[in-house]
């Protein structure tokens, strides 16, 4: 396994997440809801930032690796996923959106693994509708956690379900374009089997 900085980025994101899970199972007598929200909020968004920082400096270090292409997908999918299920916990996120969202990432992680065995995986790579469907989930979420007035000005409770629930229209618009985009040699696979 190679370890370098974008490798340890990844690493603090997956550390990161059960901090952001955690902060609401904290006393009361510890943190008021407010700073929970506040402080699994800011660690939220520095578990994003080193999202963008380890690939970009992979790529910028030409550090990348197998092991980091693996390993940066589940941190992003482990990372929303127990986002999801705290929020869904405290009523901040339907379970309907919640089971899309995270079933969504299971299938095309799925498929994604599948195509790579058969040498096809470029037909399912990251296109700008699913950066689109992310970038939906990482400014939703955060909102949903902090569920406060921000800056006086944005109702975060107001315009994070509405948010996560165009994030959950993108998800489901991608799995399809994913699935379409496969379907061709999924039926290729299929026939030669029958």
């Known amino acids: 396994m190679p370890f370098n900085f974008p ?5 603090l994101r997956v550390a990161l997440i059960p901090l952001v899970v955690g902060v609401f199972y904290l006393p009361k007598e510890w943190l008021s809801p407010f700073e929970q929200g506040v402080a699994s909020t800011i660690i939220f968004i520095v578990a994003a930032i080193t999202d963008w920082f380890d690939g970009f400096l992979a790529r910028r270090w030409n550090q990348t690796s ?18 999801l299920l705290v929020l869904t916990e405290l009523d901040r996120v339907n379970a309907v959106i919640a089971f899309v969202i ?15 065995q058969i040498g096809a995986s470029k037909s399912v790579a990251v296109n700008s509708l699913g950066k689109i ?5 990482m400014v ?28 959950a229209v993108l998800t489901v618009w991608s799995m399809l374009y994913y699935l379409r985009k496969a379907w061709p040699l999924i039926k290729e696979v299929t026939d030669k089997n029958n």
């Open 7 to 11: 490798i340890l980025l990844t690493w």
């Open 102 to 116: 995270i079933g969504r990432e299971i299938t095309i992680s799925a498929l994604r693994e599948w195509m790579a």
């Open 66 to 83: 197998s092991f980091g292409a693996f390993l940066d997908p589940v941190a992003d999918k482990l990372m929303v996923a127990g986002a």
């Open 140 to 167: 939703a979420i955060p909102m949903l956690l902090y569920y406060d007035t921000l800056f006086g000005v944005i109702d975060t409770a107001y315009w994070g379900p509405w948010l996560l629930l165009i994030a």
């Open 133 to 137: 469907k992310t970038t939906a989930q």
